[in-house]
């Protein structure tokens, strides 16, 4: 890979200013130093910016508290909504994350973002049964008829081509005495239209 990407991703640089940094005599490939952006450098090689070893990674893995009031997305054209990578530092963005999953517009809590997509198809892919819990509050309590449902499955009001009724993936719910409060995990999320 180019030595100016190389730097711009590790140092969290744009390329310009990484092509600043290299020609500035700022930047050395194994103790030498280096002056041409253009140069091709491999992962075993020792990249140093202003001394400091650098360490380059592909993906990067951010755990985000998600605020009221943002879509899980990346972008949205409608005027006036907020989506999560609004939240994030321009030295993140460049790196291209996006939200793994969903979260709706008004709940809060946290969501991951990467650029890696095989990470994020694992952890995403019903097949795999990754768990993801919430925490929530109902009102009025849940009942142990609306209890027993999530535990067992519910019909999303979907078929499936062999004509079968479709039901979501069993859930645990714990709540507090009254109902009113709890957790709910479950495997997968279904988009009901």
């Known amino acids: 890979m180019r030595l100016d990407k190389y730097i711009s991703v590790s ?3 744009t390329r310009s200013e990484a092509q600043r940094a290299i020609r500035g005599g700022r930047v050395a490939v194994n103790n030498t ?7 091709h450098v491999s992962g075993d090689e020792c990249v140093t910016l202003d001394g400091a070893v650098l360490t380059y990674s592909e993906f990067i893995y951010i755990m985000l508290n998600k605020p009221a009031r943002y879509i899980s997305a990346t972008e949205d054209e409608r005027p006036g909504e907020h989506v999560v990578t609004d939240l994030l530092p321009p030295e993140l963005l460049q790196r291209k994350p996006f939200p793994v999953g969903r979260l709706d517009r008004d709940t809060t809590g946290l969501i991951i973002m990467t650029n890696d997509g095989v990470s994020a198809h694992r952890a995403l892919s019903p097949n795999n049964h990754v768990e993801k819990t919430y925490r929530f509050t109902c009102t ?3 009942t142990q008829k609306s209890r027993a449902m999530l535990e067992s499955g519910v019909d999303i009001g979907e078929v499936d081509s062999l004509g079968r009724r479709l039901l979501t993936a069993p859930a645990i719910v714990s709540t507090d ?3 009113s409060e709890g957790e709910i995990t479950i495997t997968e999320a279904n988009f009901i239209r």
């Open 33 to 39: 130093s280096v002056r041409d952006p253009a140069v």
């Open 140 to 142: 009025p309590p849940l």
């Open 11 to 13: 140092a969290a640089l």
């Open 177 to 179: 005495f009254s109902g």
